[in-house]
């Protein structure tokens, strides 16, 4: 892959990448009750966050989305999450 058309592939990578990321943030509030209801893993948070949990990989040739495997965030979240990053990066089943 030349330099350009590789630079090309990181940008749209980015954009939606950014796009995914404000779409979990949606799915956070609207189980918000959730999160709030536990600690956070760290100090500077009030509260539990979904960016705790899950993974995002990109090498330039794979993007997976997953979560990781001590997460306690219930499957029907999970799955909410999992529909965001195949409807926004167009993929099927790349699950981590």
Known sequence: ???FLKLLCEEEFYDKQEELIKELLE????Y????NNRPSKFEREDHDRLHNHWILYHD???VKFGFQDD???PEYIKAECHQAFKRIFGLNDNKI
Not at 27 to 30: F, S, T, V
């Open 32 to 35: 918000i009750e959730f999160f």
């Open 1 to 3: 892959m030349n330099n």
């Open 27 to 30: 799915i956070e509030n609207k």
């Open 60 to 62: 330039n040739t794979v």
């Open 71 to 73: 997460s306690e965030v």
